[in-house]
């Protein structure tokens, strides 16, 4: 199986997330070979699960907090994430450690608080293009990977997804080479099967994410090693992204 993750940002509100799925859902083929994850705004997580539930799409969150509970004004856990519906959670996107300070630390501990609450954490990393042009892609990359995991079982990483998005591909229409993406993936299974065992990096799906259209979709489908895509602007368009979830199977 292939799969297929929607990040709608900071875009839709309740009603405009319904009227997606209107248009959406039905887009959606019974016998797809490509799961299709949905990571919207907290806010509509509940109505949004509720609805795309019966069409075999998860719904999920952005961003949860690193603590259980407590005195942190505006944050969300991850059991009142799980709670209002979602399944999964992304875990330190491009935009929350650039925007937002988050830390590799911080990333591990959501991921920690993900995995209590039952959430699948989708592992979002990434260089900088000024961190590529140094090339220093192989470090950053090594380092974001073992210090978000850090501390993991084997049998707890081996149930992780990865997403590999270049920050310089985000939104900027830029995309990564085939060569590019599959140098990256073959880094990342080497440092996780050094780290937790050659099983465990076999079975994880490394997703690539950054510029992906519904006119580029099919290129990445090609490359052997993508295990599906995290699509941001694209997403938005509910039949952009489902041309993008067919391009997969
Ligand atoms: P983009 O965003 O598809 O708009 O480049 C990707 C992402 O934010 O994960």
């Not at 799925?21 to 887009?27: M, V």
């Not at 069409?55 to 509970?69: A, K």
């Not at 998005?165 to 996780?192: C, D, F, K, S, Y």
């Amino acid at each position: 199986m292939k799969i297929a993750v929607a990040n709608w940002k900071m875009y839709k509100t309740i009603k405009e997330a319904e009227d997606y799925l209107a248009a959406f859902l039905p887009l959606l083929e019974k016998n797809r070979n490509t799961e299709v994850y949905l990571a919207v705004p907290a806010t509509a997580i509940q109505n949004v699960s509720r609805k795309a539930f019966s069409s075999g799409v998860y719904t999920g969150g952005q961003n949860i907090s690193t603590e259980e509970r407590g005195a942190f004004t505006g944050e969300l856990s991850a059991e009142m994430v799980r709670e209002a519906g979602a399944s999964f959670v992304l875990a330190g996107h491009s935009e929350r450690r650039a925007l937002f300070g988050e830390t590799n630390e911080m990333v591990n501990k959501k991921i920690q608080r993900a995995l209590e609450n039952g959430l699948q954490p989708i592992l979002c990393v990434g260089e900088t293009l000024q961190e590529r042009e140094a090339g220093q892609t192989e470090e950053v990359l090594a380092v974001q990977l073992i210090e978000c995991l850090s501390g993991f079982e084997p049998s707890t990483v081996a149930k992780m997804i990865i997403a590999y998005e270049p920050r310089w591909a985000i939104g900027t229409g830029r995309i990564a080479t085939p060569q590019q993406i599959r140098h990256v993936h073959t880094l990342l299974r080497r440092e996780l099967a050094e780290g937790w065992g050659a099983a465990c990096a076999k079975q994880i799906p490394i997703l690539y994410g950054g510029s992906v259209t519904a006119a580029n979709a099919k290129d990445f489908a090609a490359i052997e090693e993508v295990g599906g895509v995290l699509v941001g602007g694209a997403s938005l368009d509910p039949t952009a992204f489902a041309t993008i979830i067919k391009a997969f199977g």
